[in-house]
T-cell receptor, first 114, second 113 residues
């Protein structure tokens, strides 16, 4: 069965700081990887996704993530965060072994101070 | 707006009661997924329906049940409610059976007192 671990549960940054959120998955086969964001009071929305090809994927709002197969990781990065990035961030994985049902990590709460 | 509509947005009920949460998927989407989000468990997959049929089952309790109707809306029924069932229940939808492109509703907050 597939699973996802997010190591940072709470992150507090000041504006303009760089961000990196860790995500590791466990599944031996081919996976599809996702980062979702949930702004306060809103629904989850897709930030970026990786299916195949270039392991460095760029998403909306200046976010990017890098798939490192040897480390089973898909870390999310942003060079300079803004107050508006305050949100909950979820890493997710789908695979044939999981019937392509998204399995989510427990989420990382990011607070950005102005 | 994702196009996925969930009602009610907030619900407070007593232990032992039964509630029904409703979800209307995006127009044209055939799959509906239900997830439970709680502080201690994170976002847990409950169940998926595709075109009226149950396709996949996750960590759904026996006290919970769901169905998808011919018009493709779905309902999640929670019975014999316990304090621990207090959570945010999300519905999501996708065009086809796999969850590689899914859209989430805003959730239904359930508080059991």
């Amino acid at each position: 069965a597939q699973s996802v671990s997010q190591h940072n549960h709470h992150v507090i940054l000041s504006e303009a700081a760089s961000l990196e959120l860790g995500c590791n998955y466990s599944y031996g086969g081919t996976v599809n990887l996702f980062w979702y964001v949930q702004y306060p009071g809103q629904h989850l929305q897709l930030l970026l996704k990786y299916f195949s090809g270039d392991p460095l994927v760029k998403g909306i709002k200046g976010f990017e993530a890098e798939f490192i197969k040897s480390k089973f990781s898909f870390n999310l990065r942003k060079p300079s965060v803004q107050w508006s990035d305050t949100a909950e961030y979820f890493c997710a994985v789908t695979s044939s072994g999981g019937s392509y049902i998204p399995t989510f990590g427990r989420g990382t709460s990011l607070i950005v101070h102005p | 707006d994702s196009g996925v509509t969930q009602t009610p947005k907030h619900l407070i009920t007593a232990t032992g009661q039964r509630v029904t949460l409703r979800c209307s998927p995006r127009s044209g989407d055939l799959s509906v997924y239900w997830y439970q989000q709680s502080l201690d468990q994170g976002l847990q997959f409950l169940i998926q329906y595709y075109n009226g049929e149950e396709r996949a089952k996750g960590n759904i309790l026996e006290r919970f049940s769901a169905q998808q109707f011919p018009d493709l809306h779905s309902e999640l029924n929670l019975s014999s409610l316990e304090l621990g069932d207090s959570a945010l229940y999300f519905c999501a939808s996708s065009v086809d059976q796999d969850g590689n492109t899914i859209y989430f509703g805003e959730g239904s907050w359930l508080t059991v007192v």
